[in-house]
């Protein structure tokens, strides 16, 4: 079983085992707002949803670049045509490309299909007279929700409030 954990503002950042958020609530960390209706227990319920009360900061500093966060932060779109797409009509596009000495990096990565990819070739986006959706950026907290998001065989229905169907692929 496991639990929601949002942050100051509401926004869903990671889950973790219900036991972890015991944890948390021990500590004073989070602030419960749903618990799972089937009691584990005759004397209390599992958090289904916990909120953090204060800004945590090394959610941000865990971000990892991979192919699986740069899908998440750019929404399973391509950022040329704003096609969204199944994960495998997706490749990682080069906005500078390498052969103009672009680098692998969360600023330089978007998310293209093929048919975009393929015209813009060897080429900046001015170059190739094509418009980037969104200058891509380092996200601050998405990509770790999405990598805690595979293990989630289901949604539970405590979630469903403060679960937003865009943040799934
Ligand atoms: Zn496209």
Known sequence: MRTLVLDVGYQPINT???T??????AKGK???LEEYEQPIHPDWQAPAVVRLTHWIQPFKARVKF???NVLARDRWRCQYCGERMPTRELTFDHVVPRAQGGKTLWENIVMACVPCNAHKADRTPDQARMKLRKQPTRPPWLPIFNMALQQVVSIPPEWRDYWTTELLP
């Open 16 to 18: 973790v085992p219900f």
């Open 20 to 25: 972890r958020a015991l944890t948390y609530i």
């Open 30 to 32: 989070v602030e419960v």
């Open 66 to 68: 991979s192919r699986q």
